[in-house]
């Protein structure tokens, strides 16, 4: 018979990664979290992670499993919570979504305290634009920026997208500061993604851009300084005291939230996938 100890030893080094990390959640050596998970494959007769890059991501069987232990896990929450007045002692949970920088920064960072209020949660909030730390399991939820729906098919049949609102874009230069006169900043080409090389060139023409970057935060800082304007994230843009907006909406991309199938009925989950729609929803808007 499998006991809760290896059940909850199965469940952090999901989260967590490796025996290190995990023994650290549990307060055990990583000698311990070893055996147990190596008793219990004996058990379940499968292998349940397999070691990528440094990093352990469950297999297959083990996604399935994974889904229906964070299920009972809540289960046991909600009945510790109802049984215990120690605010200290409640259990936590970890919560982890990745989001292109600049929506971390200027979104997601911003309105972390809804969800914090919302649940009882740890959260990391993971600046990257791929998704392969989703497809391995490295975070619950992946915000993108896609012209399409995304190509789930790389990913596995475990994860599913849903599109959650679009990211406007305009452009911005210092106040005061006639736009006509400035020249053009851009993104560095290998950096920008889908549809928004293709717009920025056609405003810069055939000038082309004096000024290149790697982020939308170092080209705000650019338009800020009167040295240029930029076509920016309006989330970005409308930031930044001290620029305006020069234009209208001049791109509009889908944003997508992908997350794991099985884990739809997760409920601390399923709070991190409603508080970052909700949250798109009323922060994504642009000036006219």
């Known amino acids: 018979m499998v006991n809760w100890d290896q059940w909850q030893t199965l469940l952090a080094v999901s989260r967590s990664g490796t025996y290190a990390k995990a023994a650290l959640i549990l307060q055990v050596n990583a000698t311990t979290i070893g055996r147990r998970l190596k008793l219990l494959e004996q058990q379940l007769n499968y292998p349940l992670f397999f070691r990528q890059e440094g990093r352990l991501h469950p297999t297959y069987q083990c996604e399935t499993l994974i889904a229906h232990l964070e299920s009972a896990s809540e289960i046991l929450r909600a009945a510790e919570q109802e049984s215990i007045s120690s605010e200290s002692s409640a259990i936590w949970r970890d919560l982890r979504m990745t989001a292109p920088p600049f929506l971390v920064k200027y979104l997601f960072a911003s309105n972390i305290l809804q969800l914090t209020k919302a649940h009882r949660v740890r959260v990391e909030l993971m600046g990257t634009g791929t998704n392969v730390s989703l497809s391995r399991r490295e975070a619950d939820v992946a915000i993108r920026i896609e012209d399409r729906r995304p190509p789930l098919n790389t990913m596995g049949s475990q994860v599913e ?30 950096f920008v993604r889908t549809t928004g090389s293709d717009a920025m060139a056609a405003l ?70 409603s508080w970052a729609e909700e949250t798109v929803l009323q922060a994504l808007s642009c000036p006219p």
């Open 161 to 190: 997208a849903k599109r959650i609102g679009a990211v406007r874009y305009a452009v911005y230069c210092r106040r005061g500061v006639a736009p006509r006169n400035l020249p053009w900043a851009g993104l560095m080409e290998d």
């Open 204 to 273: 810069a023409g055939s000038k082309g851009f004096r000024f290149r970057a790697y982020h939308f935060d170092v080209l705000a800082e650019i338009a800020s300084s009167g040295a240029a304007r930029a076509m920016l994230p309006c989330v970005v843009g409308n930031s930044y005291p001290d620029l305006r907006p020069v234009s209208n909406i001049v791109l509009e991309q889908p944003l997508w939230m992908l997350s794991h199938r099985q884990d739809r009925d997760v409920a601390h989950l399923k709070g991190l996938r």
